[in-house]
């Protein structure tokens, strides 16, 4: 079943779009199918707004991943361009764009050129499922968690694709790779949603959202103790794999394959795998707010006046902030640790997290047989 | 795979259609062959079979050239061999001259000597570790080792006018004086650098992803590491304790008290402790000298021009890549008849398909990581 | 990658070993990461155009080669050619003239920066002290010739 869209500015269109046709000559009336066309009109709008939710926080990450990274390495990062370097990302796009996008003798010219438009499907189709705040998501799905796990996996398509067709041995390695990489991490990944999924009783966002209400200890990462704090950073662990991301960007890989399966690209066609990456943190820290962090839900104490003023603060604006700080727990892991190779990495998802992880599933069953769960 | 792609030194693939083993050409260009140094690899999966390097990229006939320069200006040219050790390259070449001669060193100038030798140790083990840690894909560890390398050089610059070609050391002790700043500087880089390295013990040693990335990988025997002609931490870390500070002591070294690291494993992460280690052991040779620079002439007098009697003179330094010979033979005149220098890095290179074989495509850049080879003083 | 048998009960306990030291490693290294990151104090970047006025080389530095003039523009050079003869790379050429008197004096002292490594040895080989390393670092240029240069202004007083 659909679910409908709830959102006002939807049922604002729904109910305005017939009377504004009504203006039209009645003779063409009958021809008008008003009710679809402001389905479409709505479809058009979530289009544009997951566009822009989409694309809006790249900037924003980009520059903070090079100022973190920088002040972890005793830099200061980009300094140049507008005060404390916040237009070096404009200057960089600039130059992407100038650039032409060649691919090399040899590479098969449609899979080359397919593979970065394909990155960018499964990022922005993730963004519909999360509820940033009370109204503002695209559709609650009842099967949101299965379909994150399902986009996932088809964003592994592009890796293989441009790894495939760049005539390039070292994207042809990252590539294999990355196919590994991310059928082992998925398991896992889809074994702690599954945890978090039978914690709410639903698989739908919105409703484990709305499951967290209340208190801070009401967050699935305290409200099952130890239990909820472990499946957090098992789910930081696996997704970092998810993500491609340092430490277990096997599939980039720099000092090994030179950048791997994006090896070959160059100006948009590159700037497009970056910005999937980049759409993909955005989502993934998304995911782990709704799941373990309360969602938009204020970080309420219990002391009435405070609250009053937590609660104050827009949804959206609590959502943002502890999206940012999951985005800066995966940036201290990727500027601190170093990469295992290929076969520990496999060894330690089906050797350590997987066990693992069936044993958090196990005990969140027994946490529910006895009511372990914080009231 | 068309066949023409086949390089000298490679045998002809067995006939087999199971056996899908293909070729990987790992540098010139490539982010961690450190400088242009070309590794054709031969893959079976990510299985290496056999890799060769190739080298002569940055072939510059050093030893050509020095026959048509005099000996002072052949110290210049070991700047330009192993970048990261330019002070030690001087010192042994200074020394093989000085054997020559004849002539004697100050007590102060073997201070210096003995001081600035061990920061330059310092430093090029800082980029080793840097470059290890980048290698394994920590970037961060990479920014790290070069930050505390800065420094020195800072104090290199100070001292010598350059931070890297530093051209320092003359036959007869050095070719200036230490400035005044020298002692203080020293001491507080000291103090600064113990805090910094147990940091970065901490940071990278006992990391369980750099450990299993390491231990096990890239083992060179006792025997091989002898055979190939290994020098240095390579040498050290597979079970030898040869070190030309100990056994065939130069400067003054045989006064001072330090140990020579030795561990017997021989992989990459043994590699690795060995020269952590030996900026501990930098550290305490530096504190020891530090505050018993005798006062004095920091140059032996000599004759303006300098002169080589006939024969052959040959000295041995311990730099921080491994034993540092130079050769030298003279026809009396002031400039060599034949400059040979023996560096440490083409030896230890030359162990690198051995200790490859059988693993993976990652470990080989572990492992070259691990024999921190500096490519121009490979080709010279 | 060990062949070697192990136990079983041997093999468990390394396992669980392993899940509480590797942990544990990899939270150490995250302390010093998040030591340096909220210590702004440990910054070493430069921001050079911007610090060029309070930017100072050491003494020492080994710059391009200039030569010691005084007030008047005099040099101290003789026209005697050690540097030229120290120059490993031949990037000093003492081009020596003769004055009203007869008398050798320099006439132009030819300078290839292009082929220069600044190794001071033309510096330490004068021994009127008239040339020195400079301080400069800035030479960039888009020309040759702009490499190629005299250094001295006038005629050497021999």
Redesign the interface.
Known sequence: MLPSVTHPIGDFVRENVPNVLGYLPDFIQPYIPSAEIATLINIIICMVAIAVVGIAPVPVLIYMERK??A??????GP?RLGPHGVLQLVADIAKLLFKEVYAPKGADKFLFYLAPIFVLTAPFLNLCVIPFDKNLQVADLSVAIPFILAMNGFGILSTLLGGWASNN??SL?SSLRSGAQIISYEISFAMILLLVVMLAGSASLGEITASQSGHFWDWWIFKAPVLGLLAFIMFLVSSTAELNR??F??AE????L?GGFHTEYNGMAFAMFYLAEYINLFTTSCIATVCFLGGYHAPTIGILAIDNILNFVPGIVWFLGKTFFVVWIYM?FR??????????LMALEW??LLPVNLLLLIFGVVFLAFGWILP | MSKNILLPGFREPPVDEDFEE?Y?NMGPQ???THGALRLVVRLDG?KIIEVVPHLGYIHRGMEKQAEKLNYIQYIMMSDRQDYLTAIQNNLGVCLALEKGAGIGVPERAEYIRVILAELSRIASHLVFYACF?????????L??GF?EREMIHDIFEEVTGSRLTTNFFRPGGSNKDIPDTFVPRVKALLKHLEGALSDYDR??TK?I??M??SVGVGVLSKEDAIAYGCSGPVLRASGVSYDVRKNDPYSIYSSLDFNVPVFYNGDCYDRYLIRFQEMYESIKIIKQCIDKIPNGPYRSKEKPIFKLPNGSFYAATETAKGLYGTYVVSTGGNSPYRIHTRSPSFGNLAALNTMAKGQ??????TILATIDPVIPEIDR | ?STEKIKTKEYIKR?LKR?VSGPYS?LC??S???R??FN?K????E?YPENKKTLKMHNRFRGHVVMVEDENGENLCTACGMCERACPNASINVLATKNIAGKKVLGKYLYHFGSCTQCGLCVEACPFGAIEMGQGFEFADFSPEAFEKVLNKKEGRG
């Not at chain 2, 840690?133 to 560890?141: E, I, N």
Request: with cysteine; hydrophobic share 40%; glycine share 6%.
């Open positions: 973190v990274c002040h972890i390495q005793c830099r200061l300094m041995k070292y390695i340092a430490p960007d096997i890989a720099e000092q090994e030179t201290m500027w601190t640790f170093v990469r295992p190779r290929v076969d520990q050797k350590f | 293909f990987i490539h982010p961690s990510e840690g980048g290698d394994l894909g920590g970037q961060t560890v920014l790290y930050k940071l990278l990391n992803a750099a299993d990335r993976r495509l990652s470990d080989l850049v | 990658m396992y899940c990899l290294g995250l010093v990461t998040l340096y990151f702004p440990r910054i070493v970047t921001q």
